[in-house]
């Protein structure tokens, strides 16, 4: 291997690639004859969605890379027939959940590891989804040494159980963190952590409407990217929106559905409740309506933070299965369920979790908001700073560059 101060070439008698650093990032280029392995595996939307970010900067910096594994549709579009899309199957909540497809993952797992041992990669980039992931990493681990284990999007080990916090510096080459105070938590273990920022940050500037105003009448109504979220959660939502309209008849529900088969499940809900044709329905909406709405009621997860990026004023919502949340209060060490909450330190946003996620407390909560700008105009505020802890522009990028190098040889 060649190496100077601005350069660095690595090459043999087959091929080179160099990696050359410029002012305000790094330039690769690979020669075309050059062949990598990346195996991925993301088991849910959201990671689905930053896995096609980040492989879409890869392929930049890397043309020639090959990518096999598992993850969602994005990702299945980006980096073509090698990754199969599965996470309308694979992405179950709940240990109850898990329990009952017991047999139908551990057949996955084989199957994958199976695929894995022949295609033989450079790299295992794991995304997310630490349940499956971190099993898998550690029989990637035993079987192919040789792989190089990247881990994208930290699991939340550090609110439910730090005491793994050491197998996953046995297991794993390198962690990419998207907040800020996860990368101490690994570092300080011994793992080498990059801080690559949330690529929410460019995944919700992209979609951000020119010249759109909040509509003062519009409640938005978000019950969750998976059926046992919305079967939960939906009924609730609805006896909000009824007593929220016999208060005020002017107001304005509308839904966003993640897919079309939720937005039947959705429909079929307000069928049951009587709700039919006053909620207003749609299908891949959730980034214009929280734009548009006045204020929200989300249920826990990404959203809640995707929402404070457009600064739309909500309370959270959380019901999971009665043994899921025993077993929860007993790990979970952090003080807050929201991402808001949890990265400001404070009560941003109310949460209403299981008992409490009813439609008395919801329907004060949202009848404080829509009566009191000053509150929601606080809230926003308050939304700005916590999301410009996320980091810049060019997660992606920067998430891409560290799987990069250890694809080079250089991580």
């Not at 062949?35 to 096609?52: F, I, P, T």
């Not at 969602?72 to 990754?83: C, D, F, Q, S, W």
């Not at 199957?89 to 996955?108: N, P, Q, S, T």
């Not at 920067?398 to 250890?406: H, K, N, T, Y």
Request: with cysteine.
């Amino acid at each position: 291997m060649l190496k100077s101060e601005s350069a660095s070439i690595y090459c043999d008698s087959m091929d080179f690639a160099g990696v050359f650093h410029g002012q305000g990032g790094v330039a690769w280029v690979i020669c075309r004859r050059m062949s990598k392995r990346l195996y991925v595996v993301a088991g849910e939307l959201s990671g689905d969605a930053h896995g096609a970010g980040l492989l879409l900067s890869l392929k930049t910096m890397v043309p020639a890379v090959e990518i096999r594994g598992v993850g969602g549709p994005g990702m299945a579009g980006v980096a073509g027939p090698g990754v199969c899309d599965w996470v309308e199957d694979a992405a179950v909540m709940g240990v109850w959940e898990v329990l009952k497809r017991y047999g139908w993952f551990k057949d996955r797992f084989a199957r994958m590891l199976e695929d894995l041992q022949a295609f033989r990669p450079d790299v295992l980039l794991l995304i997310d989804y630490p349940g499956f992931n971190l099993r898998f990493a550690a029989a990637v681990k035993k079987k192919c040494p040789e792989t190089r284990i990247v881990y994208y999007i930290s699991p939340q080990v550090w609110a439910w159980n730090k005491g793994r916090i050491p197998k996953m510096v046995g297991l794993l080459d390198e962690m990419l963190c998207l907040f800020p105070f996860e990368q101490p938590i690994f570092a300080n273990a011994g793992l080498k952590t990059t801080f690559t920022g949330h690529p929410l940050v460019d995944e919700l500037e992209q979609r951000r409407m020119a010249n759109v105003r909040r509509d003062e009448g519009l409640v938005g109504l978000f019950p969750g990217s998976r059926e046992r979220e919305i079967a939960r959660l939906f009924p609730m939502m609805i006896e909000s929106a009824k007593r929220l309209k016999a208060w005020r008849g002017d107001l304005q529900f509308e839904v966003p559905a993640a897919a079309p088969q939720l937005a039947v499940q959705i429909r079929r809900c307000l069928v049951e409740a009587g709700a039919e044709g006053w909620i207003t329905v749609t299908t891949g909406e959730c980034y214009s309506l929280m734009q548009r709405a006045y204020c929200a009621v989300i249920a826990s997860g990404t959203a809640t933070l995707e929402a404070a990026y457009y600064g739309l004023p909500y309370c959270l919502v959380y019901r999971t299965a009665p043994l899921t949340y025993q077993l929860a209060r007993i790990l979970v060490k952090i003080k807050f369920v929201g991402l808001v909450n949890i990265l400001a330190g404070e009560k941003v946003v109310e949460e209403f979790i299981q008992a409490k996620a009813e439609p008395v407390a919801v329907t004060r909560c949202l009848k404080g908001l829509l009566e009191s700008p000053a509150q929601c105009e606080a809230m926003q505020r308050r939304f700005a700073a916590t999301v410009a802890a996320l980091g810049g522009h060019g997660a992606h990028e920067r998430a891409a560059r560290a799987v990069a190098a250890w694809l080079l040889g250089s991580g």
